[in-house]
């Protein structure tokens, strides 16, 4: 309904409220991820890790199965 430029002019009086809202969200996203992290955090050996994880990392950066899927 509104444009990014309407932002400040719509949302005024929630400004504050919002970015304590974001706070919390990417605190809660930080505890989550390392409860749940897949990828180990700080290895022994790395060329292991590197062999390990390669696929994840050339996953995440190039997006690989995103176009995959998309096509």
């Known amino acids: 309904m509104s444009k990014w430029w309407d932002f ?19 605190n809660r996203l ?3 991820e390392n409860c749940h992290r897949v990828v180990e955090k ?7 890790w590197f062999l390990d994880n390669a696929m994840i ?6 997006f690989e199965r995103i176009q995959k899927n998309v096509r």
Do not use: A, C
């Open 8 to 26: 400040s002019e719509i949302f005024d009086e929630d400004i504050d409220q919002l970015f304590v809202t974001v706070k919390k969200l990417i």
């Open 30 to 32: 930080i505890v989550h």
């Open 42 to 48: 700080s290895p022994v050996l790395w060329s292991t």
């Open 57 to 62: 990392l050339w996953d995440t950066v190039w």
